[in-house]
């Protein structure tokens, strides 16, 4: 099983910084990486696949980068409705697809 | 408009069984894979199993393999979830989730989940 672990736990940003997001997988997934948004009370969102490629409607100021294992989201310009948990998860090997733990981007 | 829609979960007795649906619209069901996720309370997302497009692919977690049946009917545009055995451990948001593919890959749409609560 290929465990995915995101640093750090949470983060404290204040709106219109930068956040950086990291997330680390236990072997290579190459590019098949994928970020969600959890807003609380609400479904997931994908933001991006294939590492870095947004997804329909996600606004620019997200952006994802990395492969391997080493992998990164970047929220530029933090607003408000952007405080919420963070999820990576590779789809490289099945079964299992696995989630990272989670980062909470909190004011 | 691309919809899940789930349903079935309740309160449970340990040991007992449950059936988790998933309606799907908006989109050519059987073009795509389609999995269950579930989150409890207050934790992360687990990845529980999933099916490809024509079902000729299955997978499970190993925290759920041997009691859990997924399924697909895709003359009716529908997933299922057979839960048996239940343990107070499933307790959790079960979410039914589009994938992006036909096997298995990103989740694309997802439902506004299904509570599922195992307890005496």
Redesign the interface.
């Known amino acids: ?1 290929i465990v995915m672990t995101q640093s750090p736990a949470t983060l404290s940003v204040s709106p219109g910084e930068r956040a950086t997001l990291s997330c680390r997988a236990s072997q290579s997934v190459s590019s ?1 990486l ?1 970020w ?1 948004q ?1 807003i609380p009370g ?5 933001l991006i ?1 294939g590492a870095s490629t947004r ?2 409607g996600i606004p620019a100021r997200f952006s994802g980068s990395g492969s391997g294992t080493e992998f990164t989201l970047t929220i530029s310009g933090l607003q408000s409705e952007d405080f919420a ?1 963070y ?1 990576c ?1 590779q ?1 490289n090997n ?9 980062t909470k981007v909190e004011i | 408009e691309v919809q899940v829609v789930e349903s079935g979960g309740a309160l449970v007795q340990p040991g007992r069984s449950l059936r988790l649906s998933c309606a799907a619209s908006g989109f050519t069901f059987d073009d795509y894979a389609m999995h269950w996720v579930r989150q409890a309370p207050g934790k992360g997302l687990e990845w529980v199993s999933g099916i490809s497009w024509n079902s000729g692919s299955i997978g499970y977690a190993d925290s759920v393999k041997g009691r859990f049946t997924i399924s697909r009917d895709n003359a009716k545009n529908s997933l299922h979830l057979q839960m048996d055995n239940l343990r107070a451990e499933d307790t959790a948001l079960y979410y039914c989730a589009k994938c992006s593919s036909y096997s298995y890959g990103d989740f694309d749409y997802w439902g506004q989940g299904t509570l599922v609560t195992v307890s005496s």
Do not use: I
């Open positions: 099983e098949n994928a969600y959890q609400q479904a997931p969102r994908l696949y997804a329909t948990v999820y998860q789809y099945w079964p299992p697809l696995t989630f990272g733990g989670g």
